[in-house]
């Protein structure tokens, strides 16, 4: 296939200072929860992007001094010669695939407390940690600010010892630089302080000094806000526009993104694709220079309207990238039905917030390129001319599915329904979650073009049916039920008094259609999405909600995926009762019991209904039949019978597509079970002597 030429003007070169990208797209960067921790696993998955056609894949953030250490997240850094080996090991796959490299130089200021270094972070201004560490950050003097200066330009003579090409002056984010040029913490009265001029002399001095110490080889980019301060539709600009007026021609390129992580960020529940637009408006109207933003693109069409309307010049992504390295080649080769589009489910940036290497509900090989030597579009043929029966066409029988039929074998998919997809059909069926159906329909898509695989739906196989079908493998991927009697974290066991039944509801009658009339309580000991968007379903149909949870906060795992802020706000907006501490311990029909998760203390309240979201068990009763009557079966026995996803451990959407693909990368091949994975970790400098 070729390429379609509405698409030509994203495969055009574009010239940043120095250096040329070979097209328009552009990884910005993004974090790996691998950093300075696992080089080898970084560098493989960012020279993967570069195979996928990427023309820029950057760093992370990149911290140039041990005063900037934000452990326990794994940053990147470049601090000494062991860093420029580390980083070398990325710039050399990035340009084996003739993409150019970038590092994200970074100084955190308050958003650091330096766990690891215990140095004390240094601010425009004493200033309280920012991420409620009990240290306060201490206000920097001009000697401090001259060897922050000696150190960026340390780190960026390092950045080119290491190969990169494009070394940034990151000036955003809440951090250290974004604070010396707002207002309304820069309150210094020296020459660093007051006017505007003044402060964004620091950016300014960072960008010529950068450009004076490797501007000769490697462009230099600034990341840099739009916007003052923004609320969702009406962007405030404010001062943001004078600044980057005032050093509209100074840098090689504008990355530019807004003050709301929670919008250039945002999950798809909240936030469409472009959403930064209204934001960009002026941009490029006061540069010369070549300027890149994010939105979560990964319609071509919308990319190629973003650079002929003249907002951008470069695409940038961070998510697209994620969920498919291969977005670019894909759209070169004609392949548009086979990008995996990101569903904005934000579980890429959960690895970030809890310091483990990143992971993505679309892509599965995500941080395995070299630790299992996973690819995203190559996989090995099969081992054996075995036949397949997986059941279940849930997010983890149809990664099985497309993975075993891409390696060759013959494959059976049966479904007891008439749709495929399973929960991810169920759940973008609910306000919001629209773009998950994105899961089912990459894999349909790329299903049906298997003549190997053979898909059944509405075929609800019994014990009987699977062994007279004579596989030689057969894959339970049969999902899980949510708990109807209110056990979860807070109740190791099942409620005693606990009912009517007519009267309590679970997310899966929910998703059947099967909803309460009257005054709901939903009691949320599961933490995530599931107990707030049944809420908002409720409340569209004026159903009053309260929201209950043992959680001191609601939708903590909301927060590790950036969008807590966003929810807690749509619960509010909704008109939905939250209510923090409390453990749900009875019902009777008219009455919940809810007891104080510090004290103990027993609180009535009156609800007609009760949603309970805690837990699920798995839907194994096939596996265990299967398994009663093999023990008197005569006939062909199947060579193995595996319970892969939900059906083995109710998890994540993400768990059970990467637990379908690895059933289908394992299959016939040695899998060493003590030890399945290569180990990364940081280089030693020097050779080790027993015992120090
Ligand atoms: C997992 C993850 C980690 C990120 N880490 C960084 C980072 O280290 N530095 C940075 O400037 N932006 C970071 N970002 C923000 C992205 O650069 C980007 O602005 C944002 O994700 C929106 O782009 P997208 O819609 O293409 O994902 C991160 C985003 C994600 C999803
Ligand atoms: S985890 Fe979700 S949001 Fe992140 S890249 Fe993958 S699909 Fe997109």
Known sequence: MTRDPRYDVLFEPVQIGPVTAKNRFYQVPHCTGLGWLRPRMVAALRGMKAEGGWGVVCTEYCSIHPASDDLPHPYASLWDDGDVRAHT????????????????????????????????????????????????????????????????????????????????????????????????????????????????????????????????????AVRFSADEQGSDETPVIGEHRDMIEMLAELPDLWDINIQDYSREMGASRFIREGSLEAYMSYVKSITSKPVVTVGRFTSPDTMVSQVNRGIVDFIGAARPSIADPFLPNKIEQGRIDDIRECIGCNICYTGDSTGTPIRCTQNPTMSEEWRLGWHPEKIAAKGSDSTVLVVGAGPAGLEAARALGHRGYDVMLAEAETTLGGRVTLESELPGLGEWARVRNYRVQQIQSMPN??????????????????????????????LANGR?????????????????????????????????????????????????????????????????????????????????????????????????????????????????????????????????EPNDALYHDIDSMLAAHDGPRPQSITRIGDCLAPSIIAAAVYAGHRYARELDTDVNHDNRMKYDRVFFDEPITGGT
């Open 89 to 220: 090991l990325m710039t050399e796959q990035v340009h084996e695939h003739g993409a150019l490299a970038g590092a994200e130089l970074w100084v955190g200021g308050a958003r650091t407390a330096n766990l690891f270094t215990r140095e004390v972070a240094m601010e425009v201004d004493h200033m309280p940690n920012a991420v409620n560490f009990p240290y306060q950050a201490r206000r920097m003097d001009r000697s401090d600010i001259r060897e922050l200066r000696r150190w960026h330009r340390n780190a960026a003579l390092r950045a080119r010892q290491a190969g990169f090409d494009i070394v940034y002056v990151y000036a955003t984010h809440h951090y250290l630089l974004a604070h010396f040029l707002d207002a309304r913490t820069n309150t210094r009265t020296d020459e660093y302080g007051g006017s505007l001029e003044n402060r964004v002399r620091l950016v300014r001095e960072l960008i010529e000094e950068t450009k004076d110490a490797v501007g000769d080889r490697c462009a230099v």
């Open 453 to 482: 695989v053979e898909i059944y739906p509405a075929n609800h196989l019994g014990a009987e049916d699977v062994l007279a079908m004579e596989a030689d493998h057969v894959v339970l991927a049969t999902g899980a039920s949510w």
């Open 488 to 616: 979860g974290i807070h109740n190791p066991s099942a409620l005693e008094q606990f009912g009517p039944l007519e009267s309590i509801f679970t997310p899966d009658d929910i998703l059947q259609g099967r909803l309460p009339a009257g005054p709901t309580l939903i009691y949320d000991d599961d933490h995530y999405y599931m107990a707030n968007v049944i809420a908002e379903l409720l409340r569209q149909r004026d159903i009053p909600v309260a929201l209950v949870t043992p959680g001191n906060i609601l939708s903590s795992w909301g927060g590790k995926a950036g969008e807590q802020s966003r929810i807690q706000r749509r619960m509010l907006e909704l008109g939905v009762e939250i209510i923090t501490d409390r453990g749900l311990v009875g019902f009777d029909g008219r009455e919940a019991r809810l007891e104080c998760t510090y004290t103990g203390a027993i609180q009535t309240r009156a609800t007609e209904a009760v949603v309970t979201v805690t837990m699920r």
